[in-house]
Every structure is written in C-alpha cells, then in structure tokens.
C-alpha cells in the first residue's frame, strides 16, 4: 500500500503562482506514475498531468506552456509548478501514485483557488 499526501494549495490572485508538492511513500511497490488531476465543483475529475518514472510527461492542452511537472524517483516526491493562473484552474487538486493510471493511490487532494 502506497500513502499518498499532497501539499502546497492556496489563494492566488489571477496570474499568480503556485507549487503542488505531493509525497509517495510505502513499501514493495513500484511508483511508474505519478500524475495530478482536478476536479471543479459540478464538473467530473480531470487529468492534468503524468511523469513516469523515466521522466517522461504530458499535459492537459488547457495547461500546456504553463503547468510543469517534475518528479524525484529518489524520495518518490513530485511537484506541479502552476504559474499563469486563472479562474478556470480553481479546483481540488489530487495527486495520484502507482504502477499504471489504474492500480494505483491517491492523495486526500488539495485546495487551489484563483481569484479573478
């Protein structure tokens, strides 16, 4: 079993930044994937971005030139730098480690709040 906890939300002003940390920590299973989604209030979880253990990364086109994510295979940690931050990116952010995007775990998720 993997323990998964997310850090780093807040308030910000639109145009503003903010780093999401989140930490994997466990015994005797292989973390390929690390990603981060979000859900909105009234909307469906959404995939925001993955990193696999080969560092390898892709993105939601609405993050894209904005939205990095980066990874430490050492300490099983990751980060989502959010910079240019708008309304539309107000949500619950979750971090999510595991094998694949199926078997997996996920994080309590954190509150992230752009104000216009």
């Known amino acids: 079993q993997v323990r998964v906890v997310e850090s780093g939300g807040g308030l910000v002003q639109t145009g503003g930044s903010l780093r999401l940390s989140c930490a994997a920590s466990?015994?005797?299973?292989?973390?390929?994937?690390m990603a981060w989604y979000r859900q909105a209030p009234g909307k469906q979880r959404e995939l925001v971005a993955t990193?696999?253990?080969?560092?390898?990364?892709n993105y939601v086109d609405s993050v894209k030139g904005r939205f990095t994510i980066s990874r430490d295979n050492a300490k099983n940690t990751m980060y989502l730098q959010m910079n240019s931050l708008k309304p539309e990116d107000t949500a619950v952010y979750y971090c999510?480690?595991?094998?694949?995007?199926?078997?997996?775990?996920w994080g309590q998720g954190t509150q992230v709040t752009v104000s216009s």
């Open positions: 466990g015994s005797g299973v292989s973390i390929n994937v």
């Open positions: 999510y480690a595991g094998r694949d995007l199926i078997r997996g775990n």
């Open positions: 990193i696999t253990s080969d560092g390898t990364t």
